[in-house]
């Protein structure tokens, strides 16, 4: 990687280095004036994890620490820039995996310092949230944010890029928690979420199955660890009567889990925009990829006031592009971060 002392530019105008290392990830993007997207290089460690049926976190760091330089030269490569073009680097801090996080933060420290360039550190969930204004226009302020990772399930009233107040969360397992547990469970593998949704296209829907989401206490709160109980129960059950579940009935079984989880996130994020007059949903995390949920929140948008929004569905997974996003955003209201940048791990 070439390193050259930077010039100041208009924060408005200027490129934007996004850095995202918390999880399998290893992602770097550049973003130009406007939110527009000049490159976004994604290295993933995800086959090397499919066989132990979730993230190592070994694996991920280590691979990381492997690859991250040659992303980031590939992002600015794909832009057609170098580091001198550059005018902040955003960076993720947390929360996610210490070693993995630790890999992206002292890169970016690293160059911020040697090439001159200003950091500003960014909370990976408010990313997902910002991954929307990559593509969207005409957000308003305020506005609920739902949140649906891997490890995290959150309602927010979001006031501005620095003003956001989580309004419930789960009390457990996460929503793409739940997908990838009652995939295992199903005998469909890791990751979960995508091939829960392609067998449940498959069934009719029609076979009488339910599942419910337990209620979680609060209005806005979430609890996904039942619902994995009682697939897992109900599969149990049938194993005993038999001695493979057949594929018609594992589509079943992913057709009912998802129409429970599908609901219970459209019923409670919903509520919260209505309750607290809000116009605007935005939906961000690795389970916003899902069809049958987007077209559940726009068939309830289409009945209401309230507009919804979800990321393109490239910059659902985890991505440097979400991060360039609302760091620029932040830097613009004075975050700034330097050597002394450290993680924040929940
Ligand atoms: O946001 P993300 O890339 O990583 C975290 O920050 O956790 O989300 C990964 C999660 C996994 O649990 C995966 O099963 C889920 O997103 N996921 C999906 C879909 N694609 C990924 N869940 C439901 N439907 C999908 N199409
Ligand atoms: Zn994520």
Sequence with gaps: MTISRHKGRDIF????????TSCDETSAAVIGGAGRVLSNVT??????HRKYGGIIPEIAFRMQLD???????????EAGLTLKDIGLIAVTNGPGLAGSLNVGVNFAKSVSFSAGIPLTAVNHLHGHIYANFLSHRGIEFPFAALIVSGGHTSIYRVEDCDRMEEMGSTADDACGEAYDKVAKILGLGYPGGPVIERRAALSSGGSGLRFNCSAAGSRYGFSFSGIKTAVLYHVSSLKRSGARVPAGTVNDIAYAFQEAVVGTLADKTFAAASDRHLRDILVGGGVAANSRLRREFERRAAKTRIKVFFPEKRFCLDNGAMIACLGRSLYRKGVRAGAELGLELD
């Design 13 to 20: 105008l200027m490129y934007v280095l996004g850095i995202e």
């Design 43 to 48: 290295a993933s460690s995800l086959n090397l």
């Design 67 to 77: 690859s991250i330089a040659g992303v980031c030269d590939c992002a600015l490569g």
